[in-house]
């Protein structure tokens, strides 16, 4: 298990994220010790025994954060059949029957495909065609529901059907995943090696919202050697009453941890996804007609979604609510006003505009993944239509005083930090112009919202900081000029608690 030291870096260009701030005309040093910042200023003395590094100019800011990550799914995306270019149910079998040629003793677990926007649904039995006995699993690129064939039903313990499992029962069913395929892509480490690439990319800290995590796997994991970054658990509601009756309270340090492995929120994922047209919205979807439920549907009852937040609340636990249609969202705001709960809306991707403003009045943070922005602009304009105006809408979120967190949705999209801030700059991954440009934000606004709440570098701030060979506020002519600035940054160090995780100098 890694200690923590003490590191004075010298001749860094201090990057101003925090209100108010101005960079410092030249470069100062910085003094971590304990792994607490203890001194910011010029020409520092070292104390005895402190390790020195010299910055050479490069730009400093505070540790880049994910806010929403499942570690798990990420860990294991490199292994999967990728079908995220699939544009058709017939693209997809004819992949999985590529892959069956190549591999025929191998399940077939995909990930990727968006079929939200294909002209038809897809059946059991067209997969059954091109797969035989071979096991077959194609997780949806929003990770709310699976494409299996007849064998991979039977073998997770599933009814036969011919369509796809969604929402509640996918997820009950995932965590049975390794039974197929076992558990080798998630050693600790598989996570280790995850940790080390997020690391590359400046990233110091990770919430982990995956379903068959536990304080257990990560003392173990933690024991191993997957131990680079900080972690934050979250718990859902069929393992809430263990973490209660373990003592458990967001902020607490898991057992057989140290202090950068804790407990996190609670996650409720209250409705489902633009992609199977399950986020539950106040008007039908454009292609309602298709639909069982024309506007989507809340997972949970009003008073469930209640019960479980006071229930945390009580507990002292944070409580991390997945609401993505305006209908969620609003039901979400309602819930946490009445049971004075606190903790985040995660995506919130379709806001009512007065449902922001009580976002502000609540306290309650937006926990964002702009780059999902890229990847739903075109199905979102198709069915949600003159809605899309109130989708992503960072700034109005900024504006009004609501507290942003950003993050990836890992393996939804990439685990990128430069990715999201880029997108939440520019919002096109294309030629075409920015997609609601008027709900941007700022390179600084978005750097501030990826560093878990501490934009300022100065005394008692975290030791977590991350050196760039470039300067992240340098604009180019245009958004999407400054996209690709940010998102091709390079990072040099990175350091978590004064220790470098991550060194290319």
């Given amino acids: 298990m890694r200690t923590v030291t003490s590191h004075l870096i010298r001749n860094a260009r201090l990057v101003p994220l925090g209100p108010g701030e101005d960079a410092p005309d030249r470069p100062l040093d910085v003094l971590v010790e304990q792994g607490t910042v203890t001194a910011v200023g010029a020409a520092l003395d070292r104390p005895a025994g402190v390790e020195e590094s010299d910055a050479q100019g490069r730009w400093l800011i505070p540790g880049l954060w994910d806010q929403h990550v499942h570690l798990a799914q990420w860990t294991l995306a490199s292994q999967r059949l990728d079908l995220a270019a699939a544009r058709s149910p017939e693209d997809a079998t004819r992949a999985v029957a590529e892959r069956i040629a190549e591999w025929p003793d191998h399940p077939v677990i995909g990930w990727g495909h ?9 059946t059991v039995s067209e997969l059954d065609a091109v797969s035989g006995d071979t096991p077959v699993v194609l997780i949806s690129g929003d990770g709310h529901h699976a494409w299996l064939n007849t064998t991979a039903l039977m073998h997770l313990a599933m009814p ?14 995932y965590a049975r995943l390794s039974t197929l395929v076992g558990d080798d892509g998630t050693s600790p480490e598989a996570y280790r090696r995850t940790l080390d690439h997020a690391a590359s990319m400046g990233v110091v800290g990770i919430v982990d919202f995956e379903f068959s995590g536990g304080a257990r796997e990560w003392a173990e994991r933690w024991a191993a050697g997957a131990d680079l970054l900080r972690i934050r658990m979250a718990t859902y509601a069929d393992t809430l009453e263990d973490v209660i009756a373990a003592g458990l309270r967001t902020g607490d340090t898991l057992p057989g941890c140290d202090g950068r492995a804790t407990m996190g929120p609670l996650k409720i994922i209250s409705d489902g996804s633009l992609n ?14 298709r639909l069982e439920y024309p506007c989507g549907q809340p997972n949970l009852s009003g008073d469930e ?19 993505i249609g305006d209908a969620a969202v609003a039901e979400a705001l309602a819930s946490y006003a009445d049971t004075g709960a606190r903790g985040s809306i995660e995506h919130a991707q379709m806001v009512g505009r007065d449902d922001v403003r009580r976002m502000a009045e609540l306290g309650i943070r937006a926990s964002i993944q702009p780059a999902h922005l890229l990847d739903d602009r075109d199905l979102t ?12 809408a960072f700034r109005w979120m900024l504006d009004d005083g609501v507290e942003l967190a950003m993050g990836s949705d890992a393996p ?18 294309d030629d075409r112009e920015a997609w609601h440009g008027e709900q941007a934000l700022t390179a600084r606004e978005a750097l501030a919202a990826s560093v878990d709440g501490l934009p300022t570098v100065g005394a008692g701030s975290r030791g977590d900081l991350v050196l760039l060979d470039r300067d992240p506020l340098a604009a180019g002519e245009g958004t999407a000029a400054t996209g690709e600035l940010l998102r091709t940054m390079p990072v040099a160090t990175t350091f978590v608690g004064g220790v470098a995780v991550h060194d290319v100098r």
Avoid at 276 to 289: I, K, S
Avoid at 305 to 323: I, K, M, P, Q
Avoid at 381 to 392: N, P, T, V
């Fill in 114 to 122: 968006r079929s939200g926007g294909w002209d038809r649904d897809v």
């Fill in 160 to 173: 036969v059907r011919d369509s796809v499992v969604r929402e509640g029962e996918w997820f009950a069913a």
């Fill in 276 to 289: 199977t047209r399950t986020a539950w919205c106040c008007q039908p979807y454009a292609d309602a007609h």
């Fill in 305 to 323: 979604l209640r019960t479980l937040l006071a229930r945390a609340h009580r507990s002292g636990l944070e409580v991390a609510t997945h609401a």
């Fill in 381 to 392: 304009e198709k069915i949600w239509g003159d809605r899309a105006e109130r989708c992503f």
């Fill in 412 to 429: 939804v999209s990439a685990l990128d930090p430069w990715l999201a801030i880029a997108a939440a700059v520019h919002r096109s991954a």
